[in-house]
């Protein structure tokens, strides 16, 4: 008796843990919105990560620059072996005096120098830097944008199967309660076998028809993963209830949002980084042909002494400390070109701009017809929606009163399915326009 109560309470035990495990893997399966992804895309996606470290290693090069100001110092150690000290008082070819000297030298000293104006050159490459850190920075958070666009798109394209997927199974849903009618109706002599066969091929076809639309769910859960930096095959929920309509209360005119592009696109401020980083380009050729003023100091202990008379195999130490100048004269003559081709460089980048300032003029024009598009496609929709359902609500009482065509019935059917796919794409296509935007004119 004991024995069975205590497999009771195991059994009972193990059910327990396992709804309680089957419960916590329901709560770790959360719907997440479109502004949870973004979190998540923002911290885990490998494409930010990388651009993320070009920044670090931009923020590296500006310290790299600024380390050129500190002075230059080496140590310089050698040995060697010393042949005879032959002197030639009298010519080459006259007897020879031997200077007795050790057989052997070596040396130990440092030389330091420091760069007291180089015609503003280290300054400038800071500055280089810094620009190209800035830009850097302008292409994260573009690249950043367009992710946040893409991943709007496969979001609402989920969305959107998925509506498709609930929209489907209702109707094969109902479609099997009507064969279940049209059946009986068959028995009793009211229909023929055609009506039967015609709503069975409709089931398949409904059936093949949400195969297609599970296949897109499933491909477009594997993007959304991928671009969140999760598993590929992790499971995923969105939710379904939500309102896709944009808050366009406040939106702004086409010539508002043109305007609000010149301020905030991150495709102008690169180019106009550009422009910077190549007039500073040019500043730094043209300091090429100014003289550079250092301060240089050396010092040293040699051995054997044979540098300076009268000779001597001893120990001894000497050093210099001074300014050095240096002017390449012919810097003057052949920066002439490359100052030219630095000027050509500022002038192609400026008509880049232009071309950029009209392509991105076109992107926001392309947007804001396609948002007013989708807005007429929505009302047009539902007006459909309407109109088929009651469509399909008199001639399912026709049909039933034998005053109709199942054909016609059906026809109806589809054309209401039809209007519920076309309603949930204006939906999102107007989500999307809006959404493009912002993303095209920086403020996504």
């Not at 500006?62 to 072996?81: C, H, M, R, V, W």
């Not at 993007?223 to 969140?228: H, I, R, S």
Request: charged content about 20%; aromatic content about 10%; overall charge positive.
């Amino acid at each position: 008796m004991r024995r069975d109560l205590s497999f009771v309470s195991i059994g009972v035990g193990i059910f327990f843990f396992l709804r309680s495990a089957n419960g916590q893997v329901r709560d770790t399966i959360q719907p997440m919105n479109l502004v949870k992804i973004w979190e998540s895309i923002a911290s885990h996606n490998h494409q930010l990560k990388l651009q993320g470290l070009k920044g670090v290693a931009a923020s590296l090069a500006i310290i790299e620059a600024k380390d050129q100001y500190l002075p230059t110092i080496s140590l310089n150690g050698d040995f060697k072996l010393n042949t005879k000290f032959l002197l030639y008082p009298e010519g080459l070819f006259s007897a020879a005096q031997d200077v007795p000297v050790s057989g052997y030298g070596y040396g130990l000293g440092y030389n330091l120098n420091l760069n007291l104006y180089n015609g503003g050159l280290d300054k400038r490459n800071i500055q280089l830097k810094k620009e190209e850190k800035l830009a850097m920075q302008f292409e994260y958070e573009l690249q950043h944008s367009n992710l946040k666009y893409i991943t709007a798109v496969a979001y609402y394209e989920l969305y959107k199967f998925m509506k498709f997927k609930e929209f489907i199974s209702a109707e094969i849903s109902a479609e099997q309660r009507q064969l279940s009618t049209i059946e009986h109706l068959y028995k009793n002599g009211i229909v023929l076998k055609s009506d039967v066969l015609r709503i069975a091929v409709k089931l398949d076809n409904l059936e093949l028809r949400r195969s297609e639309v599970l296949k897109r769910i499933d491909l477009t859960k594997q993007k959304l993963n991928v671009l969140m930096g999760r598993g590929e095959m992790e499971s995923l929920q969105i939710a379904l209830q939500q309102d896709l309509n944009p808050d366009l209360q406040d939106v702004h005119t086409y010539g508002d949002y043109i305007g609000i592009a010149q301020q905030q696109s991150q495709e102008f401020k690169i180019i106009e980084s550009t422009i910077k980083t190549s007039e500073l380009k040019l500043r730094q050729v043209k300091s090429a042909t100014r003289p550079k003023l250092y301060l240089y100091s050396t010092y040293s202990y040699t051995y054997p002494q044979i540098s300076f008379y009268p000779y001597s195999n001893n120990l001894w130490g000497f050093g210099q400390t001074g300014l050095k100048i240096q002017w390449s004269i012919d810097n003057a003559f052949k920066s002439k070109h490359a100052v030219a081709q630095a000027n050509i460089h500022i002038e192609e980048q400026k008509s880049v701009m232009q071309i950029k300032q009209e392509e991105v003029n076109l992107k926001i024009r392309q947007a804001f017809l396609q948002r007013e598009q989708a807005q007429q496609q929505v009302i047009t929709a539902e007006k459909n929606i309407a109109q088929n359902t009651e469509t399909v609500r008199v001639i399912k009482n026709s049909y039933l009163n034998q005053e109709s065509l199942l054909t016609d019935l059906l026809e109806a059917e589809n054309a209401l399915l039809e209007a519920k796919f076309n309603h949930i794409s204006a939906l999102v296509e107007l989500k999307l326009s809006h959404i493009q935007l912002l993303a095209i004119t920086g403020i996504l």
